[in-house]
């Protein structure tokens, strides 16, 4: 992200910070960042604790939101969306109830970040339902583990032809799962093949793995793509590199998990004063 987009999404995310007078002491904060050259439009299906939906990110832009402790959630990418003045419409891949903000779960092929918070958290990128755009899921300052997960490659552009889900241009815009597109007991994980031992990698999965090995391929997968970390934030990022330095707001400074460390709260007024004239003409959300 280049520092003049940096510094508008910052004035964006802690504007909302500050009218919304959330008390971020008490629940786990998340920022998610678009560095995809093509618009994506994030959803979030939360349990009753917490009341999302999805809105847009257009390249560069980024967002942020709060999640309570006990939070089980997951956010992923729409893609090709068209939603009218009302937020109706449909998307290409991950659409999740023909509206902006998602009344449903994302419908496959998605790339999908799943959270559980608790006093540990739970959380990994899951391939299982497919594939349909690069996401990494990167925790701040944790205590644990707290590996980054997520898939760096874009599987679309090898995708087997079997898998690839299609645009009507015929540009391949997801890679479906062998579950999805087979529905057979094998590759869903079912009937007789509904336990960790019948359950095996098929071939799909397999490259799926090959190609994004911190990322959870086969319903089974467990041992090596589930993550705990505790007291930490999150950073969702699409089309970003695990290893990416990524910042988000924590304990009332901008805490960043490479060299670009902290910013106090007076260096944050300062950009909000420097960019508040190109702030007026931006529009994160429709």
């Known amino acids: 992200m280049d520092p003049n987009s940096r510094n508008v999404s910052m004035f964006l995310l802690f504007s909302f910070i500050f009218v919304s007078g959330v008390k971020l002491s008490e629940s786990t904060n998340f920022t998610i ?24 990110l257009k390249p560069g832009q980024s967002a942020f939101f709060y999640a309570p402790t006990g939070w089980h959630g997951r956010i992923w990418g729409r893609t090709g969306c068209k ?11 991950g659409d999740c109830g023909n509206n902006i903000k998602c009344l449903g779960p994302g419908q496959p092929p998605a790339s999908i970040a799943d959270f559980t918070l608790g006093d540990v958290d739970y959380y990994d990128v899951s391939l299982v339902d497919g594939f349909n755009l690069p996401i990494a899921v990167k925790p701040i300052f944790g205590k644990g583990n707290c590996s980054a997960v997520g898939c760096d ?7 087997p032809s079997e898998l690839a ?17 087979f529905n057979s007991d094998e590759f869903c994980c079912r009937g007789t093949f509904s336990t960790p031992v019948a359950c095996l990698p098929t071939n799909y999965s397999t490259a799926f793995k090959k190609a994004c090995p911190a990322a ?4 089974y997968d467990d041992p090596t793509s589930i993550v705990t970390c505790s007291t930490t934030d999150y950073v969702v990022t699409f089309c970003s590199s695990r290893n990416q330095t990524q910042c988000t707001y924590h304990d009332n400074e901008l805490s960043c998990n490479g060299a ?3 910013m106090s709260l007076w260096q944050i007024w300062t950009i909000l004063i420097l960019t508040l004239s190109a702030v007026m003409n931006f529009h ?3």
């Open 33 to 56: 960042i678009n560095n995809c050259k093509e618009t994506v439009w994030p959803g979030m299906t939360p349990d009753d604790n917490y009341t999302g939906g999805g809105f847009t």
């Open 83 to 93: 939603f009218d003045k009302n937020g109706n419409g449909s998307c290409e891949t």
């Open 153 to 159: 490659s874009d599987l679309r552009e090898n995708c």
């Open 165 to 181: 889900l299609k645009s009507d241009e015929g540009k391949t815009v997801a890679c479906r799962s062998a579950c999805n597109v």
């Open 216 to 219: 959870y391929s086969f319903a």
């Open 260 to 262: 670009e460390g902290l």
């Open 284 to 286: 994160l959300l429709p």
